[in-house]
């Protein structure tokens, strides 16, 4: 068991440490950026902003969770936006609409929104303040996520 977890800590560790240093700095900004339903992303104020991808695994299972809290009430949809990192469009709408996503999502087909944040794996999480400061920054599933939501966008 030691084993496992510093091996995993090995292989995380350097990402964690990356992701530890956006916290308190002001996010990338995002000019133009549009949803795939044509809403204009004006604000990356009080979000939480998942980058993900189709093909990715763990993606999946906090996409998931998302929606769930979105169909509970737990959380609104203007709290959550997330960034595909798909090549394929076609891919990621089909993505979409197979697992009934229910929140905004942006294609970050060419990689430039993903690079100005420094996405290196999915998920990769960010939660941001009123004044577009990273509170919080994770990648990987995170077994806490609902609870970190709660604790800072409220």
């Known amino acids: 068991m030691a084993l496992i977890l510093i091996g995993a800590l090995a292989l995380r560790g350097p990402l964690l440490v990356k992701l530890?240093?956006?916290?308190?700095k002001t996010v990338p900004a995002i000019d133009g950026m549009m949803t795939l339903s044509n809403q204009n992303?004006?604000?990356?104020?009080?979000?939480?902003i998942i980058f993900w991808a189709s093909w990715c695994g763990p993606c999946k299972?906090?996409?998931a969770r998302?929606?769930?809290?979105?169909?509970?009430?737990k959380l609104s949809?203007?709290?959550?936006?997330t960034i595909s990192i798909d090549s394929n469009?076609?891919?990621?709408?089909?993505?979409?609409?197979?697992?009934?996503?229910?929140?905004?999502?942006v294609w970050d087909g060419d990689g430039s929104v993903s690079e100005s944040f420094k996405v290196e794996?999915?998920?990769?999480?960010?939660v941001?303040?009123?004044?577009?400061?990273?509170?919080?920054?994770?990648?990987?599933?995170?077994p806490f996520l609902y609870w970190r939501i709660k604790y800072y966008l409220n």
């Open 41 to 48: 992303v004006s604000s990356l104020s009080n979000k939480v």
């Open 121 to 126: 794996v999915t998920p990769t999480i960010f």
């Open 89 to 105: 469009k076609d891919e990621l709408l089909k993505a979409i609409k197979d697992s009934n996503y229910s929140f905004p999502v």
């Open 61 to 63: 299972v906090e996409l």
């Open 77 to 81: 949809p203007d709290q959550i936006l």
């Open 20 to 24: 530890f240093q956006f916290q308190g």
């Open 128 to 142: 941001t303040n009123d004044q577009e400061q990273v509170l919080w920054a994770t990648s990987g599933l995170s």
């Open 66 to 73: 998302i929606n769930e809290y979105l169909a509970q009430g």
